[in-house]
């Protein structure tokens, strides 16, 4: 009487790991330019590009506005978009893209709060980020680790800041909701970040 009972759950079990094989094979997205690495300090897997750089937004690669110009979506936003807007919603962790020193935490006009990363001659913006910084001025990050969160759409009490949505709610910048602008400027100069993921 055992037997049959067991047969059928070493047949499910067997079935299920034939599913799980099947879709690892043939539904998970391979990237020919890229490759994983495990984040054991913050228990993450991380997109590397074939040029060395982590994805700063773990697990959202949704891009909502590109580098370049665009018709701004809420007042006090440019027309020439400086960085990428990645969807993401508050909360989600924010990693190092490459290892270097924090240069700057604080509120940023429209990019509201923000952590800058610096790298020889490149800096990482990270705008629109909680105010509840796990870094500070000075901290040396390596690839990979967590350095923020992205932050909420409505912020109150930020001295000076002129962003509010339409009932005259500040908001975290110049921004329509919960999202990471991801800006990249080498030798002081802006350039499209995904030209460092391709």
Known sequence: MSNSFFMPAKAFVSFLI???????????P???????????????????????????????????????YRYSPTAGASSYHSGLDIGAPEG?????????????TGFLGGGGYTITLTSGNIKFTYCHVSPYYIVKKGDYVTRGQVIGYVGPKY????????????NGRPTNGATTGPHLHFGVRVNGDYVDPLSLFN
């Open 18 to 28: 034939f599913i799980i094989i099947f879709i690892s094979l043939f539904f998970i």
């Open 30 to 68: 391979f990237f020919s330019e890229s490759y994983f690495e495990y984040s054991q300090s913050s228990n993450i897997i991380i997109d590397i590009s074939s040029s060395g750089y982590a994805w700063p937004s773990p697990g959202y690669t949704t891009i909502n506005s590109y580098f370049g």
């Open 92 to 104: 989600a962790q924010l990693i190092a893209t490459t290892s270097g020193e924090i240069t700057f």
């Open 155 to 166: 912020v109150y009490g930020v001295k000076g800041n002129q962003y509010s949505d339409e």
